[in-house]
T-cell receptor, first 114, second 112 residues
Framework: DAKTTQPTSMDCAEGRAANLPCNHSTISGNEYVYWYRQIHSQGPQYIIHGLKNNETNEMASLIITEDRKSSTLILPHATLRDTAVYYCIVRAYILTGGGNKLTFGTGTQLKVEL | EPEVTQTPSHQVTQMGQEVILRCVPISNHLYFYWYRQILGQKVEFLVSFYNNEISEKSEIFDDQFSVERPDGSNFTLKIRSTKLEDSAMYFC??????????FGPGTRLTVL
């Protein structure tokens, strides 16, 4: 799995957009970009994933650069409850036969403040 | 909304004792995982399980660890002889087709 680089921490004002960057310059053609978050020692929570197109769901948007070497997770209107560690994970998606483990890094600690 | 559940939420045991951590994955999921997180450290993969057998395991998952799906709903992690360094949060996860993994709330294991 490709290695990712994320800032250690970020702050964001409540109600503003939180933009969390991730570098994955060694990503392979069959590898997806996944984002998970972990709120204060709870179980990690899936946010979104993508291959090369930008993706949006009810939680966030994922912007992947054309060369796929970096991406940005966008929380459009951050709230205090979005304070968490955000993990960018790059891995291939294997359709059958198990596997598909997640390799977590240290992530970005996002603090949303009033 | 369906969720992964884990019991107990906190387990305290003496070094050398056996512990069994229990998980109930989401009912239609086929792939199951255990991860652990030592306090202040990264979430680490332990093992994945599919079609009633281990599909992948990490170096952490040595002979002291085993997993089982004893019935159609439970997925267990057994540590045969606990060590102090086994103290951690243990997370169970499941997925239908391997993309989005759903994690449980975790079991905090404390080995004294």
């Amino acid at each position: 799995d490709a290695k990712t680089t994320q800032p250690t921490s970020m702050d964001c004002a409540e109600g503003r957009a939180a933009n969390l960057p991730c570098n994955h310059s060694t990503i392979s053609g069959n590898e997806y970009v996944y984002w998970y978050r972990q709120i204060h020692s709870q179980g990690p929570q899936y946010i979104i994933h993508g291959l090369k197109n930008n993706e949006t769901n009810e939680m966030a948007s994922l912007i992947i650069t054309e060369d796929r070497k970096s991406s940005t997770l966008i929380l459009p209107h951050a709230t205090l409850r979005d304070t968490a560690v955000y993990y960018c994970i790059v891995r291939a998606y294997i359709l059958t036969g198990g596997g598909n483990k997640l390799t977590f890094g240290t992530g970005t600690q996002l603090k949303v403040e009033l | 909304e369906p969720e992964v559940t884990q019991t107990p939420s906190h387990q305290v045991t003496q070094m050398g004792q056996e512990v069994i951590l229990r998980c109930v994955p989401i009912s239609n999921h086929l792939y199951f995982y255990w991860y652990r997180q030592i306090l202040g450290q990264k979430v680490e993969f332990l093992v994945s399980f599919y079609n009633n057998e281990i599909s992948e395991k990490s170096e952490i998952f040595d002979d002291q660890f085993s997993v089982e799906r004893p019935d159609g709903s439970n997925f267990t992690l057994k540590i045969r002889s606990t060590k102090l360094e086994d103290s951690a949060m243990y997370f169970c996860a499941s997925t239908a087709q391997g993309a989005e993994q759903f994690f449980g709330p975790g079991t905090r294991l404390t080995v004294l």
